[in-house]
């Protein structure tokens, strides 16, 4: 498994005991992209629009679903994200196999890109806050 370095904690064999953790917390699972999952977008600013008026707090939950290796995600800097400078994303932290959750730990914003398809929107900025 490629092992990330992210914030965020790539969830498998651990997950229950987080679901346990996290019980008293009212902790919200989210789909990247809703239906459309983590797909080359429709327009652009489609994932900017699925993010709006959602709220994301510590613990919860997010899926990134595609299908293995047509596309990925990575964490990038606010810098490269702006500009869609992917050359700093290392192989081992491009997630290019569906399925992959991520816990967020702390309030922090964090900027996902697909490397591939960066430039046609497919980004999105998740915003964790406190609570
Ligand atoms: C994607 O790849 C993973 C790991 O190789 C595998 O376990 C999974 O079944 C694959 N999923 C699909 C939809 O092919
Ligand atoms: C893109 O990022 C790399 C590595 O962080 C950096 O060396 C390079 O100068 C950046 N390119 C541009 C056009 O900003």
Redesign the pocket.
């Known amino acids: 498994m490629a092992s990330l370095n992210l914030n965020l904690v790539v969830v498998t064999t651990i997950m229950v005991a987080y679901t346990h953790f996290y019980a008293s917390m009212a902790i919200t699972s989210w789909v990247i992209g809703g239906a459309r999952g983590w797909d080359s977008p429709p327009r652009p600013n489609f994932y900017e629009e699925w993010v709006k008026e959602k709220k994301f707090v510590k613990g919860d939950y997010f899926y990134f679903i595609f299908?293995?290796h047509t596309h990925s995600f990575a964490e990038v800097e606010k810098s490269a994200f702006d500009t869609c400078n992917t050359t700093s994303i290392k192989d081992e932290d491009d997630v290019d196999?569906?399925?992959f959750m991520l816990i967020a730990q702390k309030a922090h914003t964090f900027y996902f890109v697909c490397k591939r398809h960066c430039k046609q929107g497919h980004t999105v900025v998740i915003d964790i806050k406190e609570s």
């Open positions: 299908k293995n196999t569906s399925g």
